[in-house]
């Protein structure tokens, strides 16, 4: 008994003493396996061949930059319910989607598409326009001569013809732009200019209601959970353009109002104008992007941004479209201060000059945490968007 005995604790030890450094070992080869992904798609492809487990830095820790990778960090979003390494989670993740990527319906005259948020991995419902008249071919798209209203060719999956699906959201007007460049208005809309493709293959400016800052993956989706409409990531990767286009994670969102109605065509609540008011508070539906005081430790914005700098700090008294224009600008709370949708010198420059006690150009707002004055944590919010840290 006692040679069985002390035979049985050998055995143990050795099991213990073997198994622990080993697992270390293989973990250790995972992350390594799975470092340094700069996209969410190629980190995806590391879950399922690699660590099985994908974490995103969002330039937070171990000295990250952004991008998406297997440390001990918080976990990635974007990963979750893509993880191959366990077939019971992927299954459950999988019954949780509202609906097939891809897939297109109508609904009360109105065409929907399944999209995958490229933030979350989830998969909502946007709304692709008003069904209209009969088109020829799918991918078609262009500015309607009559409305001024971007259109494009497309079909529900049980439908056989395909239709002109009217965004008559979307504002277009023919001029003669270089096709696929971009233009920032004060009030924080950006053009771009468009070439129609089909039987329209006239140019003009197709305007998107607003931006924020990325960087982001070219021609991927976001249904934005502040005002639940779509943003689509463009210009060179560097930039997610609002549409206006409604969108939801729990079914068919309601189609927007028409332009100069106050409600759509079906229940939907009345969209408030993001702009200042009379107590010099921008619009609590403004939609903004924010630092949290993990990115940003101690960042504080005030509720509700404020549009209130004194009159006497301006080259000229700011007008009510300046102030409406401050309060429209997405990136001012990451340091935009004259809403050219770039944080750079000239952002710094306002913002010294301010404090110097120069007057600058009304169309800047050096004020970028919202709280009616200028002071260093404005400073650190620019330094913080300038450094990319």
Known sequence: MKIHKTLFLILLFLNIFLYFPFKKVIAYSNEQACSGCSESTNCNVNCNTGCGRCYCDSGQSNGGNGHYSCIDSQWCNWCNGHNSSSSSSQSSSSAAQICTEGQRVLNNNHYYWCKT??????????WIGEKTTPCSS????????????????????????????????????????????????GDGSVDQCIQGHGPNTRIGWLSWKGYKNGPCLINTYQ???????????????????????????????????????SSSSSSSIPAIPCECDVAQNCSTTCPYSRYDTVQLPG??????????????????????????????RSERTKGDTNGDGHVNGVDSADYQNFVMGRKISPNSNPDVNGDG?????????????????
């Not at 959970?225 to 463009?234: A, I, L, Q």
């Not at 004055?373 to 840290?389: F, L």
């Open 117 to 126: 948020d490229n933030s979350t991995g989830r998969n909502f419902w946007s």
């Open 299 to 328: 960042v504080i914005y005030n509720n509700p941004i404020r549009c209130s700098l004194s009159d006497t700090r301006f080259i000229s008294v700011p007008t009510a479209t300046n102030r409406n224009a401050w309060c429209a």
């Open 223 to 261: 249904c934005d959970d502040r005002n639940h409409t779509m943003n689509y990531c463009k210009d060179n990767s560097s930039k997610w353009f609002n549409s206006d286009d409604p969108c939801s994670f729990t079914g068919y969102p309601a189609p927007p109002a028409r332009p100069g109605s």
């Open 373 to 389: 004055k200028v002071s260093i944590e404005d400073r650190d919010i620019i330094i913080k968007t300038r450094s990319g840290s």
């Open 138 to 185: 799918s991918g078609y798209f262009q500015c309607n001569e009559n409305s001024l209203t971007y259109q494009s060719c497309t079909k529900a999956d049980d439908e056989i013809a395909y239709y002109w699906s009217n965004y008559y959201n979307l504002r277009c007007q023919f001029d003669n732009c270089t096709v696929s460049s971009f233009r920032y208005n």
